[in-house]
């Protein structure tokens, strides 16, 4: 129980839209995208959407829902070493991993401005076209306000 005296946290300034978490994304080595397809379905995910993303991006990406909700889960394979995916699973060892967080965000370039205002080191120069018709951009994992947040994030804006 927590006793009624106590001050509130204090709330930072909210970012224009952040809605909920989009998606998990989990990078993939080279060849295995459709073995670890196969494990998804047999825990029950069911595939929504396929695309190669090229670009700075140079992935191919499997959407999968999750049971009957809204939650996703992304499956990123690299098209090239060039691929950020590449290097990610060379840190990795080799083996599938966590990738990033995406949240969803009402204003792609409100989110933007905000982050960027609040000090998070943004990797994209502007909010650029995801796959899905999306609008998107990425967050480093080394930004914060008080401590490196310690993964990549993604802001999703909806198609």
Not at 63 to 70: C, E, F, K
Not at 97 to 120: C, D, M, P, W
Request: proline share 9%; hydrophobic share 40%.
């Amino acid at each position: 129980m927590f006793p009624e005296e106590e001050e509130p946290l204090s709330s930072p300034p909210q970012i224009p839209g952040i809605l909920f978490v989009d998606h998990i994304a989990i990078a993939v080595p080279p060849g295995q995208l459709e073995a670890q397809l196969a494990c998804y379905r047999a825990l029950g995910f069911t595939e929504i959407h396929r695309e190669d993303v090229l670009g700075k991006d140079q992935v191919r990406e499997v959407l999968l829902r999750i049971g009957d909700g809204p939650n996703l889960l992304q499956l990123l394979e690299p098209l090239s070493k060039d691929s950020p995916v590449a290097r990610q699973l060379e840190k990795l060892g080799g083996r599938p991993g966590f990738a990033h967080v995406a949240y969803r965000v009402n204003s792609a370039q409100q989110a933007f401005e905000a982050l960027k205002a609040a000090g998070f080191q943004i990797l994209d120069e502007a909010p650029r076209k995801g796959s899905r018709g999306t609008t998107v951009f990425f967050v480093h994992p080394k930004s914060g306000a008080q401590a490196p947040l310690g993964y990549l994030v993604e802001i999703v804006e909806a198609a």
